[in-house]
């Protein structure tokens, strides 16, 4: 079949393409009364860590001539595995230290880190050298947790800080951060030392001193180009260096053209409803607006999706129970959907696995209430039974670099007033094992960030808050006055659009992708999503407040990207959803419009899309139904 046959012969009068372009066409007017969250083409760098075989001292870290001897695998790390490694000095006069080469540039701000515990030496020193006289290094107590001396020598090496953290189990994380003077080869060492002051300006910042068998365990080192210590990445043969999709946030007033975040494909111009983030302090789960039960939060401990290094993790206690955290009370409608997400990634220890639960009671094991758990090895999801309200739904999205955002759906008793949101941990695959809750082993976690808790059957875009909570404003774009009535023919036209869901369409229960109307419900050209519950694409036209035409095309059962034509002339209108058979209807008139509006009501009042529409164009006269299907095809 021709091009010819397939496609109308004419060109379209309106082509917004906004997928391609990802930018507004002139004559349409957006509003959105806040700021707003989307996803671009940016990365940002996530983990990082320079240094190889960052937990086995034996193999690239070099010990000969250094006066000191490491055994491999000799206690418990920090992470529960017996993958920690001793330092024994000897009884020579001079340094005792392992070091590993590693190749840098200068005026770079640097984050190096290594956990250390005592043994029967109390104080290391940790330092990066160019040269025997060009170094910046600092001192620790590892069986005190004290910070000694920091120090530098040689043209442009600056100690900037140092600092020494508790991990439990008499782990301390010890940190230098400094600015390397010159580019190329650089020591990184841990070396043994006797106080907190002394620093061997000829020796790398090394103490020299006369060895006496003292050993400290070593475990975990890590180096990093940015300018705060994040979580612990372990290396073995390779350097690692990941990036994560950043999600952004754009001005008041300023139109999203959204991407995949895992493909970074163009999704076009992204349309939400007004939505507001019930939950306080969404992405701060230290601060005290969330309990903590049975569970460690570390704040700000690896880089989140947006790009920052504000992400917390969650770790069980060895207490048994539920290991999480929870918001005060939340105040909700009876009978009423409510999606709770979060942005979650798989951590360290033995825990794989996410905990959402929503209860009417602080207990998530009586009253009302909801669980899913979320397998943040795969993105997987299950519920278990509850009581009252209705588990709707649970899915995970990945988000890029390990990140998932974790959604549940649930709806509420005829009683409900008053909701609590968990988000913690399972040790098994069950929603039923997270309400009920384990013995946790003191280590094992995750990392999360961004809870939302909104009215609704479907998630939104994440709105970030503090201290109250936040309404995103909905999105608005309309075309009106001769920006509409310069490509638009009264008699008869044809509209095609091109629209991606995120969510299954059955939730989204009766949205409108675009309407011609006269801003009111009485003359208008729709085309809407479901009518009901039902998913359907509908086409309908309105004359003087009587339906002229509705044309149905179809269930539509998932999410994903779906194309669709309508075409409408006096007597002769059609519809055609993804390329299938037309739907037609052969009585009715045709409405006088003025303006177009997207993803909004005829009256411009409300936004009744979420989705991001990818093409609208716009053809003066009434295609063939072969041809509606070609341009959906």
């Given at each position: ?281 969404s992405s701060e789960f230290d601060n005290a607006a969330w309990t903590k039960t049975n569970a460690t939060i570390t704040a700000n401990t690896i880089v989140a999706p947006d790009g920052t290094v504000n992400a917390d993790s969650i770790s069980e206690t060895t207490a048994t129970g539920n290991h999480r955290a929870r918001t005060a009370s939340i105040s909700v409608s009876a009978s009423t959907s409510y999606t709770c997400t979060v942005f979650a990634k798989l951590g360290f220890g033995s825990v794989r696995y996410l905990g959402i639960g929503l209860s009417s009671t602080t207990d998530i094991t009586t009253g009302s209430r909801r669980s899913y758990v979320f397998d943040l090895s795969n993105g997987t999801a299950t519920t278990t039974g509850g009581a009252t309200w209705t588990a709707v739904s649970g899915s995970a999205t990945a988000v890029g670099n390990g990140w998932y955002r974790c959604q549940m759906t ?224």
């Amino acid at each position: 079949m021709s091009i010819q046959t397939n496609f109308p012969a004419i060109k379209p009068t309106l082509l917004l393409d906004f997928a391609n372009t990802k930018q507004l066409d002139s004559r349409i007017t957006f509003t959105r009364a806040s700021t707003a969250t989307y996803y671009g083409t940016q990365t940002a760098k996530a983990e990082e860590n320079l240094l190889v075989q960052s937990q086995d001292f034996t193999t690239t870290w070099t010990t000969t001539s250094l006066n000191a001897t490491i055994t491999a695998n000799t206690t418990a790390a920090p992470d529960g595995t017996t993958t920690a490694d001793t330092l024994t000095d000897d009884a020579t006069n001079g340094i005792h230290r392992v070091s590993q080469t590693v190749t840098t540039s200068n005026t770079l701000q640097m984050v190096y880190s290594v956990f250390a515990k005592y043994s029967t030496m109390q104080w290391i020193s940790i330092s990066a050298a160019t040269g025997t006289g060009t170094w910046a290094g600092a001192k620790f107590d590892v069986q005190n947790g004290v910070l000694g001396s920091t120090s530098q020598q040689g043209t442009g090496f600056t100690a900037n800080s140092s600092s020494i953290t508790s991990v439990g189990n008499g782990w301390y994380r010890c940190v230098l951060i400094y600015t390397a003077g010159a580019s190329g080869s650089t020591s990184m060492l841990v070396s043994g030392a006797t106080d907190g002051t002394t620093f061997t300006t000829s020796q790398r910042g090394s103490e020299v001193y006369i060895g006496s068998g003292s050993a400290v365990f070593l475990w975990g080192a890590q180096l990093e180009q940015r300018s705060a210590v994040t979580a612990y990445t372990p290396t073995t043969t390779q350097a690692i260096t990941n990036y994560v999709p950043q999600l952004l946030t754009t001005a008041s007033g300023v139109a999203r053209f959204d991407h995949n975040p895992t493909t970074f494909d163009s999704l076009g111009l992204l349309i939400e409803e007004s939505r507001t983030n019930l939950v306080t302090y969404s992405s701060e789960f230290d601060n005290a607006a969330w309990t903590k039960t049975n569970a460690t939060i570390t704040a700000n401990t690896i880089v989140a999706p947006d790009g920052t290094v504000n992400a917390d993790s969650i770790s069980e206690t060895t207490a048994t129970g539920n290991h999480r955290a929870r918001t005060a009370s939340i105040s909700v409608s009876a009978s009423t959907s409510y999606t709770c997400t979060v942005f979650a990634k798989l951590g360290f220890g033995s825990v794989r696995y996410l905990g959402i639960g929503l209860s009417s009671t602080t207990d998530i094991t009586t009253g009302s209430r909801r669980s899913y758990v979320f397998d943040l090895s795969n993105g997987t999801a299950t519920t278990t039974g509850g009581a009252t309200w209705t588990a709707v739904s649970g899915s995970a999205t990945a988000v890029g670099n390990g990140w998932y955002r974790c959604q549940m759906t649930v709806t509420t008793d005829a009683a409900a007033s008053t909701m609590f949101v968990s988000i913690g941990l399972s040790d098994t695959f069950s929603a039923a094992t997270f309400s009920s809750g384990y013995t946790g082993d003191g280590y094992s976690g995750i990392y999360i960030w961004g809870a939302q808790l909104e009215t609704g059957a479907f998630a939104t875009s994440y709105i970030p808050t503090v201290a109250s909570q936040v309404t995103r404003a909905a999105d608005v774009a309309s075309m009106t006055g001769t920006n509409f009535s310069s490509w638009y023919n009264q008699a008869e036209g044809s509209f095609y659009a091109s629209v991606v869901l995120s969510q299954t369409p059955t939730q989204l229960n009766s949205q409108i992708i675009f309407v011609a109307s006269d801003n009111t419900t009485s003359n208008r050209v729709i085309v809407s999503l479901g009518s009901g519950s039902s998913g359907n694409i509908n086409a309908l036209v309105t004359t003087s407040g009587v339906t002229q035409a509705q044309t149905t095309n179809g269930s539509l059962s998932t999410a994903g990207a779906y194309q669709y034509a309508n075409a409408y002339k006096v007597n002769d209108f059609a519809s055609v959803a993804n390329g299938g058979v037309a739907a037609t209807d052969t009585s009715g008139t045709i409405p006088v419009v003025d303006r177009l509006y997207l993803g909004v009501n005829s009256s411009g009042t409300t936004t009744s899309l979420t989705a991001t529409i990818r093409k609208i164009a716009y053809y003066p006269l009434r295609v063939t139904d072969a041809q509606l299907q070609g341009l959906t095809s």
